[in-house]
């Protein structure tokens, strides 16, 4: 039986100001240690949540580019009180941190990955992620053709935010059905229900780690952001009802990324309002 890892967790919360709180978890949503401050309860449902984030965060692998191997480096949410991280802790290990909005980035950054060296000696794996281990294989005719399907609905608008920036890949519009409203060129009607069904899921795991990172009343949600070796996937709302997410290169400037596709919301809700109405009245 794996031993209870909460105190050296500790270290998190007790070097980085700022730092909330920390869990241990396994990839099946079991807590191998937490912080104090958190109820029981509490764990169980924060371990659950980033196990499923994990997963769906690996699942948008593709959706970042056509690679035949890549490997998930990080997670991090961000809400209007603060953020969550989550990394590899070892095989089948993860380790997530809670923070407030002013934590500096690159400390709690640092304090996680050296936590995750020292655990380690404490799990059943090592701590760094080797070249096989989080390195998923794609099927070759999937990376060759990302238009498999047939067209989707494509919006000019979002075409010529991810082509005015360096890096910029792919885009879809989403409703909270799961269901692409829209794309950029060049994505296929399979890629994009795929997408849109992962992203959907792991929106909803992101919003249900608010408490985890200081639930509010008046939470807002802001952002999810995938890490790559090889690109990024990331998540903003865009509107009542509607998510854009959206894949780039490692190199993409993200933040220039998501500014552009805030600036075309609107034109991006006006044009896809016609499909929000056909599928709700499906």
């Known amino acids: 039986m794996t031993a209870d890892l909460s105190w050296m967790v500790k270290d998190i919360v007790d070097n980085v100001p700022g730092a909330r709180h920390a869990v241990v978890l396994s990839a099946d949503g079991i807590s191998k240690g937490a912080t104090d401050g958190l109820t029981n309860g509490g764990v169980r449902n924060i371990s659950a949540a980033m196990a499923g984030m994990q997963s769906l965060s690996r699942a948008a692998a593709r959706f970042a580019g056509p690679?035949?191997?890549?490997?998930?480096?990080?997670?991090?949410?961000?809400f209007s009180h603060g953020w969550i991280f989550l990394i590899g802790a070892g095989q089948g290990a993860y380790l997530a941190a809670a923070a407030d909005p002013d934590v500096d980035l690159q400390q709690i950054s640092f304090r996680m990955h050296r936590l995750v060296a020292r655990?380690?000696?404490?799990l059943t794996s090592a701590p760094r992620v080797n070249a096989a281990e989080g390195a998923g294989v794609v099927d070759a005719q999937l990376v060759e053709n990302e238009a498999t399907g047939g067209p989707g609905f494509v919006l000019p608008e979002l075409d010529k935010?991810?082509?005015?920036?360096?890096?910029?890949?792919?885009?879809?519009?989403?409703?909270?059905?799961?269901?692409p409203l829209g794309t950029t060129s060049g994505i296929g009607k399979d890629l994009a229900?795929?997408?849109s069904a992962a992203m959907s899921g792991l929106v909803a795991y992101s919003r249900a780690t608010a408490q985890f990172a200081g639930g509010l009343n008046d939470t807002q949600w802001r952002q999810t952001v995938v890490e790559f070796q090889h690109g990024w996937v990331f998540l903003i709302a865009a509107g009542d009802g509607?998510?854009?997410?959206?894949?780039?290169?490692h190199d993409c400037d993200i933040e220039e990324f998501t500014s552009r596709l805030e600036e075309v919301v609107p034109a991006l809700n006006a044009a896809a309002e016609p499909?929000?109405?056909?599928?709700?009245?499906a």
């Open 161 to 179: 935010a991810v082509a005015g920036v360096r890096g910029a890949r792919h885009a879809v519009l989403l409703g909270t059905h799961g269901l």
């Open 119 to 122: 655990l380690g000696d404490n």
């Open 275 to 281: 499909r929000i109405g056909t599928v709700g009245g």
């Open 193 to 195: 229900d795929i997408i």
């Open 67 to 78: 690679v035949k191997e890549w490997r998930w480096n990080q997670t991090v949410v961000e």
């Open 242 to 249: 509607a998510y854009l997410a959206a894949a780039a290169e």
